[in-house]
C-alpha cells in the first residue's frame, strides 16, 4: 500500500503543477492588463510602470512561473512603495487589488466553505443512507415507490433555483446567514449556516437515496446475506452489518468526488447566502483579473481534488476487504 500511495503522490504533485501552469497561460492568453486595473482610468506610465515592477508583471511568463512556483518552497520578496516585504513559504504571492497575502485571504475563506460543504455532507449522506436503506428492504412497496418518487421530484430542481427560494421565502422562520467562527461561538456558527446546510442537504439526499437503494438492493441479493439469515441472524443485523457495508462501497466513491466537487464549486450557495468562501473570493479575484488569489483557488482546488480521490481510494480497503490496492 505505501509503494502504491508513493505513485500516486507523485501523480498527484505533476497533476497540481499542471494546472497551475496551465492557469498561468491561460491567463497571459487573456487580454486582461492587471496593472492597468490597480493604477485606475487616470494612471501615468510611470505609475504603471512601477506596478508592472512591484509585482514582477513585467518579466517573462516563463520567469514568473518560476518564480510563483519557487515560492511554494522557499521565501519571497515583494517590493512596495520603496520598501521591500518577505513573503514566507509557501508564498501564493499578494493580491493585486487588496494588497493581502494569498494565504491569509484562503485562511479566511477555506473555513467557511469546509463548513458549508461538510455541514451539508452530515445532512445528505444521513438522510439518503437511511431512507435508500428503508427503501430497499420495501421494495416494490407503495413506501418505496413515495421514497423514490419524492428524491427524483427534488432531484429535478436545478440547486440554484432550491437555494432561492430558501433564501427568499424561509429566513425567516430559519436564522439569517452568516459566518462566525466555530470557536468564536459554535451555536451562532451552527445557526448562521442552517440555511445553507439544509439546501446542500435536501438536494443532494435525493441523489444519495438513489445511489443508496440501488446498491443496498443488489448487496441484500448476495449469497452471503441469504446464508446469514438462514442461519438465523437477524434481520437487522444482517442489513445494516453485512449488507450496508457492501453496499456503502460505491456509495463511498460518489461522495468523495462530490464531496471534492462542492468544495472547489460551492459559489452559488456563497453567492446567494452571501457567505465569504472560497467561491466568492475566486467570483472577484476573476473580475479583477486577480492572478495571485485565482492560482490560490486553483491550487487549493486542485489539492482537494486528488487527495480525496486518494482518500477515496485507501478508504475501499476497510470498507470492502475483497479490494486490495497495487
Same mark, same amino acid.
Given at each position: 500500500?505505501?509503494?502504491?500511495?508513493?505513485?500516486? @503522490?507523485?501523480?498527484?504533485?505533476?497533476?497540481?503543477?499542471?494546472?497551475?501552469? +496551465?492557469?498561468?497561460?491561460?491567463?497571459?492568453?487573456?487580454?486582461?492588463?492587471?496593472?492597468?486595473?490597480?493604477?485606475?482610468? &487616470?494612471?501615468?506610465?510611470?505609475?504603471?510602470?512601477?506596478?508592472?515592477?512591484?509585482?514582477?508583471?513585467?518579466?517573462?511568463?516563463?520567469?514568473?512561473? /518560476?518564480?510563483? @512556483?519557487?515560492?511554494?518552497?522557499?521565501? &519571497?520578496?515583494?517590493?512596495?512603495? /520603496?520598501?521591500?516585504?518577505?513573503?514566507? +513559504?509557501?508564498?501564493?504571492?499578494?493580491?493585486?487589488?487588496?494588497?493581502?497575502?494569498?494565504?491569509?485571504?484562503?485562511?479566511?475563506?477555506?473555513?467557511?466553505?469546509?463548513?458549508?460543504?461538510?455541514? /451539508?455532507?452530515?445532512?445528505?449522506? /444521513?438522510? !439518503?443512507?437511511?431512507?435508500?436503506?428503508?427503501?430497499?428492504?420495501?421494495?416494490?412497496?407503495?413506501?418505496?415507490?413515495?421514497?423514490?418518487?419524492?428524491?427524483?421530484?427534488?432531484?429535478?430542481?436545478?440547486?440554484?433555483?432550491? +437555494?432561492?427560494?430558501?433564501?427568499?421565502?424561509?429566513?425567516?422562520?430559519?436564522?439569517?446567514?452568516?459566518?462566525?467562527?466555530?470557536?468564536?461561538?459554535?451555536?451562532?456558527?451552527?445557526?448562521?449556516?442552517?440555511? #445553507?446546510?439544509?439546501?446542500?442537504?435536501?438536494?443532494?439526499?435525493?441523489?444519495?437515496?438513489r445511489y443508496s437503494r440501488a446498491s443496498m438492493i443488489e448487496a441484500l441479493g448476495q449469497d452471503y446475506v441469504r446464508t446469514a439469515r438462514s442461519k438465523g441472524i437477524s434481520k437487522n443485523r444482517v442489513v445494516y452489518r453485512h449488507g450496508? &457495508?457492501?453496499?456503502?462501497?460505491?456509495? #463511498?466513491?460518489?461522495?468523495?468526488?462530490?464531496?471534492?466537487?462542492?468544495?472547489? !464549486?460551492?459559489?452559488?450557495?456563497?453567492?446567494?447566502?452571501?457567505?465569504?468562501?472560497?467561491?466568492?473570493?475566486?467570483?472577484?479575484?476573476?473580475?479583477?483579473?486577480?492572478?495571485?488569489?485565482?492560482?490560490?483557488?486553483?491550487?487549493? !482546488?486542485?489539492?482537494?481534488?486528488?487527495?480525496?480521490?486518494?482518500?477515496?481510494?485507501?478508504?475501499?480497503?476497510?470498507?470492502?476487504? &475483497?479490494?486490495?490496492?497495487?
Amino acid at each position: 500500500m505505501l509503494l502504491y500511495i508513493l505513485r500516486r @503522490l507523485v501523480s498527484a504533485v505533476s497533476v497540481v503543477i499542471v494546472t497551475l501552469v +496551465a492557469s498561468f497561460a491561460l491567463f497571459f492568453l487573456a487580454p486582461t492588463d492587471p496593472a492597468g486595473v490597480m493604477c485606475g482610468p &487616470r494612471c501615468t506610465p510611470e505609475r504603471l510602470q512601477n506596478i508592472q515592477h512591484s509585482l514582477h508583471l513585467d518579466e517573462p511568463a516563463a520567469v514568473q512561473i /518560476g518564480l510563483y @512556483l519557487k515560492g511554494l518552497v522557499v521565501d &519571497r520578496e515583494f517590493e512596495s512603495g /520603496g520598501t521591500v516585504q518577505t513573503c514566507s +513559504a509557501p508564498c501564493l504571492g499578494y493580491s493585486y487589488t487588496l494588497g493581502q497575502p494569498v494565504t491569509k485571504l484562503l485562511a479566511q475563506a477555506v473555513p467557511v466553505t469546509l463548513s458549508i460543504v461538510l455541514g /451539508g455532507a452530515v445532512v445528505y449522506l /444521513g438522510i !439518503g443512507i437511511l431512507a435508500g436503506t428503508a427503501a430497499a428492504q420495501v421494495r416494490g412497496t407503495p413506501l418505496d415507490k413515495a421514497v423514490v418518487g419524492t428524491a427524483l421530484v427534488l432531484n429535478s430542481f436545478p440547486y440554484f433555483v432550491f +437555494a432561492l427560494i430558501v433564501a427568499l421565502y424561509l429566513i425567516p422562520p430559519l436564522p439569517d446567514t452568516s459566518y462566525t467562527n466555530l470557536t468564536d461561538n459554535p451555536l451562532a456558527w451552527a445557526s448562521g449556516l442552517l440555511a #445553507a446546510w439544509l439546501c446542500l442537504g435536501f438536494t443532494n439526499a435525493a441523489a444519495y437515496t438513489r445511489y443508496s437503494r440501488a446498491s443496498m438492493i443488489e448487496a441484500l441479493g448476495q449469497d452471503y446475506v441469504r446464508t446469514a439469515r438462514s442461519k438465523g441472524i437477524s434481520k437487522n443485523r444482517v442489513v445494516y452489518r453485512h449488507g450496508l &457495508r457492501a453496499a456503502v462501497t460505491p456509495v #463511498a466513491t460518489i461522495f468523495g468526488v462530490d464531496l471534492a466537487a462542492q468544495l472547489t !464549486g460551492a459559489i452559488f450557495t456563497e453567492r446567494i447566502f452571501d457567505l465569504p468562501g472560497l467561491g466568492n473570493l475566486t467570483l472577484r479575484a476573476f473580475g479583477q483579473s486577480d492572478l495571485p488569489v485565482l492560482l490560490g483557488g486553483v491550487l487549493v !482546488g486542485s489539492i482537494v481534488l486528488v487527495v480525496m480521490n486518494l482518500v477515496v481510494d485507501i478508504a475501499y480497503t476497510f470498507l470492502d476487504p &475483497r479490494v486490495r490496492l497495487g
